[in-house]
């Protein structure tokens, strides 16, 4: 499994949009990017997944360069509500995921 | 939207007891699994099942630990003899495919006394 690494924190201000950096520079061919969110005392939520460029979904975007050796999410116009802990996962679909310590966004009023 | 369902959302339990904790995942997915987290830890899997059997698990998944899928709807983890370290959140997890994201429940918070 590729290791990432990802801010431990980050805030913002309600209203903007935020953007979570993973860097994963041993990423291998088959290896896909998905991100999961966790609200505190629930279980981790799939948020999106991706393989290079960009993909949108209702959620966020996730922006992957060239290289695959990083990717953003982006989350738009973020609210109160979505302070959680934000996670990035590579690895082969077909493996079981394995949680890092994620980021946790603190989304300020 | 579908959802995975986890009972009871809160066991306490006395150290040497044992529990079950159940799952029901959603119905049509095939891929079960269990994930524990300690309070403030990184959420760590656990035991990985398909096709009535088990397909991976970690080092955490001691002789202490069983699953089963007694019937086509519930999906159970049973923890023999617990240990004031098994307190923690428990989270069953199902995927339709292989390839597909996960989707956890809400978990069943363990405290053992």
């Known amino acids: 499994l590729a290791k990432t690494t990802q801010p431990i924190s980050m805030d913002s201000y309600e209203g903007q949009e935020v953007n979570i950096t993973c860097s994963h520079n041993?990423?291998?061919?088959?290896?896909?990017i998905t991100w999961y969110q966790q609200f505190p005392s629930q279980g981790p939520r799939f948020i999106i997944q991706?393989?290079?460029t960009k993909v949108t979904n209702e959620v966020a975007s996730l922006f992957i360069p060239a290289d695959r050796k990083s990717s953003t999410l982006s989350l738009p116009r973020v609210s109160l509500s979505d302070t959680a802990v934000y996670y990035c996962?590579?690895?082969?679909?077909?493996?079981?995921?394995?949680f890092g310590t994620g980021t946790k966004l603190q989304v300020i009023p | 939207e579908p959802e995975v369902t986890q009972t009871p959302s809160h066991q306490v339990t006395q150290m040497g007891q044992e529990v079950i904790l159940r799952c029901v995942p959603i119905s049509n997915h095939l891929y079960f699994y269990w994930y524990r987290q300690i309070l403030g830890q990184k959420v760590e899997f656990l035991v990985s099942f398909y096709n009535n059997e088990i397909s991976e698990k970690s080092e955490i998944f001691d002789d202490q630990f069983s699953v089963e899928r007694p019937d086509g709807s519930n999906f159970t983890l049973k923890i023999r003899s617990t240990k004031l370290e098994d307190s923690a959140m428990y989270f069953c997890?199902?995927?339709?495919?292989?390839?597909?994201?996960?989707?956890f429940g809400s978990g069943t918070r363990l405290t053992v006394v």
């Open positions: 996962l590579v690895g082969d679909r077909y493996q079981k995921v394995t």
């Open positions: 991706g393989y290079k």
């Open positions: 997890a199902s995927k339709e495919g292989q390839s597909y994201g996960y989707t």
């Open positions: 041993n990423i291998a061919t088959n290896d896909y």
